[in-house]
């Protein structure tokens, strides 16, 4: 009989792991069909996806960490660091002067940790934007660490359009790390 069980437990184990692993697969198959259609609808359409708040309103790219990850507009349910990274209110998009995009994110195990590697970027890596048609370079120059208390500074060059990536810092709940990216180039894709 305790042999019936364990076995009976096993299998209920093996049958658990194979439908997260689907699941995942599944989950990164729709992320890939979704980036192809952001980039296959602007190579065909200029329209202003700004407005359009439940399709991607860009691409964020860490090569370092191999991270692909469509943002949503600022404005759609779907930006939301509970389900996604989110596009923080007071940013500015990329093609505007001396702004500044920040963007936070979860760390850690659960399925919507899409910074949990984050902390291993270093000054000098880079990150992209893909962005109404252009693609957007930032070379990491700073990162530092901040009491997670809600409020955030933001140490940055106000003459230089920015990047700001945020998520909790790696093995400490109280703290939050924030990497900064200076913008190097804008190229057409």
């Known amino acids: 009989m305790i042999k019936r069980i364990g076995l009976l437990l096993i299998g209920i184990s093996i049958m658990w792991i194979l439908n997260t692993i689907i699941n995942d697969k599944k989950e990164d198959i ?7 259609m952001f980039f296959e ?17 860009m691409i964020l790219e860490i090569p370092k960490i ?7 507009n600022i404005k759609s349910f779907q930006n939301n660091v509970n389900q996604n990274l989110e596009i923080i209110d007071s ?6 002067e001396k702004g500044n995009l920040v963007i936070a994110g979860h760390s850690g195990t ?6 949990r590697y984050l902390y291993k970027l270093v000054i000098n890596d880079y990150c992209y934007i893909y962005y109404n048609g252009r693609k957007y370079t930032y070379k990491i120059v700073n990162i ?3 009491k ?9 060059d106000s003459d230089v359009r920015t990047i700001t990536l945020i998520t909790c810092t790696l093995n400490n709940d109280n703290m939050q790390t924030i990497y900064i990216g200076n913008l190097v180039n804008i190229e057409s894709y």
Do not use: A, W
């Not at 609808?41 to 309103?57: F, S």
């Not at 659960?110 to 910074?115: G, I, R």
């Open 91 to 96: 940013s500015k998009m990329p093609d505007i």
């Open 144 to 146: 530092y660490n901040e």
């Open 148 to 156: 997670k208390d809600g409020k955030i500074n933001i140490h940055k």
């Open 66 to 72: 191999k991270l692909k990850k469509g943002l949503y």
């Open 41 to 57: 609808k602007e190579e065909g359409d200029n329209t202003n996806k700004d407005t359009n708040i439940n399709e991607y309103l």
């Open 110 to 115: 659960s399925d919507v940790s899409y910074f």
């Open 30 to 36: 729709i992320e890939k069909n979704n980036i192809d």
